[in-house]
């Protein structure tokens, strides 16, 4: 059995000894009742860091998303946003399901839609049309191959929205590898949006957890939201003290694992039978030319490597903390040998 290295996501790393002892330490108390000590101190700073008035800690980024389209609709109502958001693609059919709403997908290169789209797109008053609600925006845009939209464009939409009586709401599981692969701060994103999530348990290491920061008024209705589907949690400032330190310590190692997956891409930038996309953060997509993608995962996993199909012609490769220099040469050495002789 070969030793591997997973490469299928950020999800899948260890807890670190420093995450675990303050786990075991984290003073604690019930957090329905609003009176878990550690929780407290996480959404303060999550809130601080994301440039809100108010945090929310929530079980994980799904409910954090679909709690957040459920402040800012009615159900009826359509919800604007790219064809490759984790929203509509992967939440099983949650924007239905929960909220009672319908999606208006779009698409734009690297999770851009351009604002002339949305602005086409939005439904006049009339009473055989949906109201349109809310825009939905992904940063790091995952589906797209972690790809980074610029404060500048998220600024842009939350204006134009807002002139339109839109609410926005970012996805951002990932916001910190955005931050780190531009060189600013996750509040340069948060300016025009209403609500923003940021994930704990992706590559900033914590097991569990996402926060949803939005107004103080909102977050004490997303209490609510988050209570009606089965979030409420209790003495969980067990799991918000791995958070803190995720929060506190996780983003040093974002810039290694960009450094990283760059490297992957350049090592397999050259072999025949496959096209990696450049990465812009923390994933590299490879579309497959000359084997099918269940072939291309099996017998990656015979040798070893972890990775992801990733929709038709395209396996994913994720990096992060767990991995290192050593797991990239290996992964590209596979590949290039599998692709060979193939
Ligand atoms: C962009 C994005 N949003 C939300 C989520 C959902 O997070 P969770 O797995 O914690 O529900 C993911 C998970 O991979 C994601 O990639």
Redesign the pocket.
């Known amino acids: 059995m070969p030793t591997f290295a997973d490469f299928r ?1 950020d ?1 899948v790393t260890q807890p670190t000894p420093a995450m675990r002892d303050a786990m075991a330490r984290a003073p604690v108390g019930d957090d329905v009742f609003g009176e878990d000590p550690t929780i407290i101190e996480l959404e303060q700073e999550g809130a601080r860091l994301l440039g809100k008035e108010a945090a929310l800690f929530l079980p ?4 954090a ?1 679909q709690v957040s389209v459920n402040l800012w609709t009615r159900p009826g109502d359509e919800v604007l946003l790219h064809e490759g958001c ?1 929203v509509f693609r ?1 939440e099983t059919g949650g924007l239905a399901m929960l909220s009672g709403v319908q999606a208006r997908t779009l698409p734009g290169i690297g999770g851009v839609v351009p604002i002339s789209l949305l602005d086409s797109e939005v439904r006049p008053t009339f009473d055989a049309y949906p109201r349109t609600s809310l825009v939905v925006l ?1 940063n790091t845009n ?1 589906w797209e191959g972690g790809a980074v939209l610029g404060p500048t464009y998220i600024d842009s939409v939350g204006e134009w929205a807002h002139g339109h009586g839109l609410k926005v709401h970012l ?1 951002g ?2 916001l910190m590898n955005a931050a780190v692969a531009l060189g600013v701060e996750c509040a340069d994103f948060t300016r025009h949006v209403d609500s923003v999530t940021l ?1 704990l ?2 590559g900033l290491g914590a097991p569990v957890g ?1 926060l949803l920061a939005t107004t103080r008024d909102s977050v004490a209705a997303a209490r609510r939201v988050r209570k009606r589907f089965g979030g409420g949690m209790r003495q969980a400032g067990i799991l918000a003290a791995a958070g803190l330190l995720a929060l506190r310590d996780g983003p040093r190692a974002l810039a290694d694992d960009h450094r990283r997956a760059r490297r992957l891409h350049d090592l397999i930038a050259a072999t025949a039978g496959m096209k990696a996309q450049f990465p812009a953060s923390n994933m590299v997509i490879v579309s497959l030319q000359s084997r099918t993608v269940e072939d291309t995962v099996s017998i990656l996993r015979e040798r070893g490597i972890l990775v992801l199909g990733f929709g038709p012609g395209r396996i994913r490769f994720v990096t992060h903390r767990d991995l290192t220099d050593a797991d990239i040469d290996r992964a590209a050495a596979t590949l290039n040998e599998v692709f060979l002789n193939s």
């Open positions: 996501s999800t994980s980024g799904t409910m998303n984790h992967f992904e995952n996805d599981a990932r994930c348990s992706k996402t």
